[in-house]
């Protein structure tokens, strides 16, 4: 009885519920946990710590990385009874917040390493295609080294992770956020990494600090659904960009995950394909394309890239129409 209590205690936590629905879905590592669950990772250390006392969870190692999942005792018979109240219980919660935010989580994780084949070969379809070194952040590296040294705005830049990313390559990087604190901690990054050619500035989407004509390329990665008015957004970007430069968007599609209003702060449900293009064009943008950044089956969410390009000034034209 004193173990049964002990158990029962110990799923009585909503985080260690959470973290057994999601092992039951895949193997997973701490920092991939950290992600899903939020929680700060000493936090998800110790609740799969208990877990794994209690003969919930297994712990192997492979490939230089420590993987938890479910425990094979828990289909066991003295197990099994339990185990099938635990599923249904998940099953009933499938509609709350919590639980489809933990979801959306997982499958943004379980595509990021699938992306990342050089360390995950299991996950590729074809084990013949691994090769050691090859990673979508190196061929990005790689594409960054035919591009001149153009000026980038990031605009709704969050932690700054891209704002770093492309300071690679680009002359200087402009990162705009309305956040104090998430300021702080993208500058904090920087002073990290040792990068000199990012400016961090807090800012309004819809009211830059930024002069007219000042940027070759402003991108809006994420943002745009978090703003008030996100066609007023794209206006202010392409506002800012040069003649001849370009406005990029990746966003998400149309969706009905209505949880990422209460959870993520998101202002809208994603963006059909011809409103991204439409906002784009009303913003006197030209050669506006739409198409699929990422997609996979089962998850919710489908990244859309949207471009387009401001016109070059008139003047510029007509010089070049006559010196033709």
Request: glycine share 8%.
């Amino acid at each position: 009885m004193r173990h049964a209590s002990a158990l029962y205690r110990l799923l009585g936590d909503e985080a260690r519920l959470r973290l057994l629905r999601v092992l039951d879905r895949e193997r997973l590592n701490v920092t991939e946990l950290t992600s899903i669950i939020g929680l700060a990772q000493s936090g998800v250390s110790r609740h799969l710590g208990m877990l794994k006392d209690a003969g919930l969870v297994s712990e192997h190692k492979d490939a230089g990385y420590t993987w938890f999942r479910l425990a094979p005792a828990l289909s066991e018979d003295g197990q099994r009874a339990l185990w099938q109240a635990l599923q249904e219980q998940f099953a009933a919660a499938a509609g709350d917040p919590d639980v489809q935010a933990d979801e959306a989580r997982l499958q943004e994780v379980l595509r990021l390493r699938k992306e990342n084949f050089d360390r995950h070969i299991a996950d590729a379809r074809d084990a013949r295609q691994f090769v050691p070194g090859r990673s979508w952040a190196a061929w990005s590296r790689a594409l960054g080294f035919l591009l001149p040294p153009l000026k980038v705005a990031d605009l709704g830049c969050g932690d700054g992770y891209l704002a770093i990313e492309a300071s690679r390559w680009a002359s200087r990087v402009i990162a705009v956020d309305r956040s104090k604190l998430v300021l702080e901690r993208a500058r904090a990054l920087g002073a990290r990494r040792r990068v000199t050619n990012v400016v961090w500035k807090r800012g309004e989407l819809e009211k830059l600090p930024i002069k007219d004509a000042t940027i070759d390329v402003a991108l809006l990665s994420q943002a745009l659904h978090h703003a008030a008015n996100p066609a007023h957004a794209v206006a202010e970007a392409a506002r800012i960009t040069v003649p001849g430069g370009r406005v990029i968007v990746l966003d998400l599609r149309q969706h009905q995950e209505t949880w990422v209003r209460a959870k993520l702060g998101d202002r809208r449900l994603g963006f059909r394909d011809e409103e991204l293009e439409a906002m784009l064009t009303d913003a006197g943008l030209r050669d506006a394309r739409v198409g699929v950044g990422a997609r996979k089956v089962g998850d919710p969410f489908t990244v859309l890239i949207a471009s387009g390009r401001k016109p070059e000034a008139a003047s510029r034209t007509t010089k070049r129409r006559s010196g033709s």
